[in-house]
């Protein structure tokens, strides 16, 4: 007997986002997103994108439709049931907003000990998440002795450590020289070849138009492109995560 389909990670029912300010930011948006994939959202500034990412993390909630998150109905989730929500979503911003009077080890560590985990537990996790990102060496340094692409990694790192099913990623190689850029994306290739759903919110075109994934284009918060690509590269040795 054939075993059913998966849902999706990642579910948009008509859904748009209105702010009292700037009017209409989303309309009507309909796409989904399956666990395991890793796709990209393009379109101008002003698009929706960084609005469509706030939404999945439940920083914000829809003004109509459906949105479900591996099958959380974000429009309906309750204060205490919001928390949960947001450790299941690991966030990647392009300003890194790290905190600058702590070490590395105790900026990635920060979820973890917000989440209630004992000391044992966090120093494990925290060493393992930035052994991945290559900076296992740089837990005791301060952020702002770092260089821009290892700020971007520590950052990297904070969202990973909590082991989070979905990453959403808000231009995380725009402030990036174009090799930073491509070792960025090559780690998230490496999430997500061990099962990780990555959603990259990115204006690099010329860096997405070399890599084998599906492509979301918004304009005035309107989906108005979805580029499947046939072959996706094998996987390679999975991670431990």
């Keep these: 007997m054939a075993s059913e389909p998966m849902p999706p990670m990642i579910r948009c029912d008509q859904v748009s986002k209105r702010y009292a300010e700037s009017g209409e930011v989303l309309s009507n948006l309909s796409l989904e997103i399956a666990a395991g994939e890793m796709v990209f959202l393009t379109g101008h500034s ?14 914000e ?15 309906r989730l309750s204060r205490r049931q919001i928390p949960y929500h947001r450790r299941q979503v690991g966030m990647i911003f392009q300003d890194h907003r790290l905190l600058t009077d702590r070490s590395v080890f105790d900026n990635v560590a920060l ?4 989440a209630g985990h004992g000391a044992q537990e966090v120093a494990r996790r925290v060493r393992a998440a930035l052994n991945q990102v290559g900076l296992l060496n740089k837990e005791k340094a301060h952020p702002l002795a770092l260089s821009g692409g290892e700020q971007q990694r520590v950052g990297i790192a904070r969202a990973i ?11 995380p190689t725009g402030n990036l020289d174009p090799q930073l850029a491509r070792e960025i994306m090559a780690l998230f290739t490496r999430f997500n070849q061990i099962g990780v759903t990555l ?3 990115s204006h690099d075109l010329s860096l997405i138009s070399t890599l084998p994934y599906r492509t979301l284009t918004l304009d005035q918060g309107r989906l108005v492109n979805d580029r499947h ?11 431990s995560h």
């Design 111 to 114: 979820p973890l000990v917000v």
């Design 229 to 239: 690509v046939a072959n996706k590269p094998p996987p390679e040795t999975p991670l």
């Design 46 to 59: 002003g698009a929706g994108k960084s609005t469509l990412l706030k939404l999945i993390a439940c920083l």
């Design 61 to 75: 909630r829809p003004s109509r439709g459906q949105l479900l998150v591996d099958g959380r109905n974000i429009g």
């Design 199 to 201: 959603l990259i919110a």
């Design 161 to 171: 450590v909590g082991r989070p099913p979905l990453l959403v990623a808000d231009e």
